[in-house]
């Protein structure tokens, strides 16, 4: 197989799903899908050197979100608007709380738990990625945990409150 048609297969097979963490990542479905077209744009130029093109891919995706976010334009407003995909029957509130209380955190913070919880990485393959120690993944990883407790709880007081469940 060529290496083109090879990089077009892979390309078709994971464009969803990096897609989908690139959304968890970034909380806006237009740049989710720059960040992933950055992403295969930047592997195909190294696909015969790459040894894992998915893990190469979310590591160069996760990147360009992190320089995404250093940036003046950054500080764009995005409008509250309900995301272009459906969410599960029944869990359609529960995702939506749970993305608007995971675009609270901070960028590095919402990457460690985009990673480790989403998309199931281990500690040192997050603290790879985002080039810090393991330890620091596992701090950082429970503040941003901590906060998000934080912020549902907050949520569930003020459903309570308003008489919604």
């Known amino acids: 197989m060529r290496d083109d048609d090879a990089f077009c297969e892979f390309a078709e097979a994971a464009g969803e799903r990096l897609r989908r963490t690139a959304f968890l990542l970034s909380h806006d479905w237009h740049l989710a899908q720059d960040l992933t077209q950055i992403a295969l744009a930047r592997l195909y130029v190294k696909w015969r050197r790459v040894d894992d093109p998915h893990a190469y891919a979310k590591k ?14 950054a500080d764009e407003v995005t ?10 029957a029944g869990q359609g509130d529960l995702r939506l709380t749970l993305l608007t209380a995971l675009g609270h955190l901070p960028p590095r913070e919402r990457a460690i738990v985009v990673l480790r919880y989403w998309e199931d990485m281990s500690v040192r393959d997050v603290a790879d990625m985002l080039r810090m120690s393991q330890s620091n993944v596992k701090v950082q990883s429970m503040r941003a945990l901590s906060k998000l407790r934080t912020l549902l709880d907050e949520e569930t007081e003020a459903d309570a409150a308003t008489g919604r469940f």
Do not use: C, G, N, Y
């Open 60 to 73: 160069i995706m996760l990147r360009a979100f992190l320089d995404h976010k250093r940036r003046r334009s």
């Open 79 to 88: 409008t509250a608007e309900v995301p272009e995909t459906p969410a599960d």
